[in-house]
């Protein structure tokens, strides 16, 4: 905490604010990791049916988010980030109540439509906060307020889940959740200075998408093939590894506590190396260990040796987040900063969405192996990708 306190007092205004609030926020959401997927399979859920969820989740995130980034530039930051956790709240209020796995489906909605609207106008947001130039380092201060928690919350989950019950976990998050709103309504102030015209025609959407796409096709492609791999595991990760090996909760939240311990200790130095020294480099790097996280889980097969891999995957990340963020964030482009975030995130989701569900399949076809070869010849490919980047 020495070390966020230090950073934090580096940034004025939302910086400070959107720190305690996420976190707050995150506390919550590093919970719901471990108790999530097990939850859902408590319900009557098997993992293709995790992988199909997740797959619709980020299809209708993905449609919503080559709107909202613009709505985000029309209207306002702050509305939509308030909106974004009211909508999740509610739909933390409903997965306790659902005692089948169809009645989580209006939750997933809720929580699809939260996270389109959050992630264009929070991303942007961080970036109208600090001067360019320590827009890799903010990001990664930010970043850490995820994995911070995650030093705490997932073993606290695990261990609650399998007194409690994972009711009890989600009620907790019903309360973070409502706490990091609240900071938001009351200190965060809007960062939007010009606004632009909004534009009813969807027809807008996809052309502003495609010209984007098409001004810096070699990013574009890096980013959807690095985000298909990453998709490849979404949702149903943690409940493959509780299907393969048999770990309960607790194992569970250990592996998330591991994977946070080596973020946060690299995220705001990685993020500060970008800002002196580039991101191209680091983001080749990144994917560089992820290869070498996958052959370590290729390879496990016991506890001990996937907490290892898990590390490693950890540092791959923790370079990547802050590294990428500030990498979009530096183009050239005439959209605004959060129409450029939407219309990235939006392109990703719509054509990486079958991606969990070609995960699950895989899985559950030909086993865990074939299913991590295949993540880690997608992380090659995008390695391959990276290397022809211009430097920014």
């Known amino acids: 905490m020495n070390r966020l306190a230090r950073e934090n007092t580096r940034f004025k205004g939302n910086i400070p ?9 995150n506390t919550g959401w590093n919970m719901q990791m471990v108790i999530w997927q097990p939850y859902l399979l408590s319900l009557g859920a098997r993992i293709p049916t995790l992988g199909l969820l ?8 993905g449609t919503l988010l080559l709107i909202t980034g613009r709505i985000a530039d029309s209207v306002g930051r ?18 306790i109540v659902a005692n089948h796995w169809v009645l989580i489906v209006p939750t997933i909605i809720l929580w699809a439509i939260g996270g389109s609207f ?3 106008a929070f991303r942007a947001m961080v970036a109208e906060s600090v ?32 007194v409690l019950g994972p009711r009890v ?10 706490v990091s709103l609240s900071m938001i309504i009351l200190w965060v102030r809007e960062t939007l200075k010009e606004k632009m015209k909004s534009s009813s025609k969807a027809i807008s959407f996809i052309t502003d998408l495609l010209k984007q796409a098409r001004s810096q096709p070699k990013f574009y492609t890096a980013a959807i093939i690095h985000r298909f791999q990453g998709a490849m595991g979404e949702g149903i990760f943690l409940g493959i590894l509780l299907t393969t090996f048999s770990f309960d909760l607790l194992q569970l939240g250990l592996l998330a506590n591991i994977y946070s311990a080596a973020t946060s200790i690299l995220q705001i130095p990685m993020g500060k190396i970008s800002d002196r020294y580039g991101r191209k480099n680091l983001l080749i790097l990144s994917v560089t260990i992820k290869i070498i996280a996958f052959i370590g889980y290729l390879l496990s097969n016991n506890f001990p040796s996937i907490l290892l891999s898990h590390a490693v995957n950890a540092i791959s990340d923790a370079i990547y987040i802050p590294t990428f963020n500030a990498y979009l964030a530096g183009l050239e482009s005439s959209a605004g900063m959060a129409t450029r975030f939407g219309s990235l995130q939006g392109l990703m989701a719509l054509i990486t969405f079958p991606a969990p569900i070609l995960g699950s399949q895989l899985f559950n076809i030909y086993g865990f192996q074939i299913f991590i070869m295949s993540t880690a010849l997608l992380a090659a490919g995008s390695l391959a990708a990276f290397t022809r980047l211009k430097p920014i």
Do not use: D, H
Request: proline fraction near 5%; include cysteine.
């Open 17 to 25: 604010v959107l720190t305690a609030s996420e976190m707050v926020s």
């Open 118 to 120: 959050w992630e264009p």
């Open 169 to 178: 976990v989600i009620t907790i998050m019903v309360l973070t959740e409502s």
């Open 131 to 162: 001067e360019p130039r320590n827009r890799g380092t903010a990001y990664g201060l930010l970043g850490l307020t995820w994995f911070l928690p995650g030093l705490y919350a997932p073993a606290i989950a695990g261990y609650i889940g399998e």
């Open 78 to 95: 702050k509305l939509l980030m308030i909106l974004a956790s009211s909508l999740t709240i509610v739909g933390m209020v409903l997965a």
């Open 54 to 61: 997740q797959s619709c989740s980020t299809l209708m995130r």
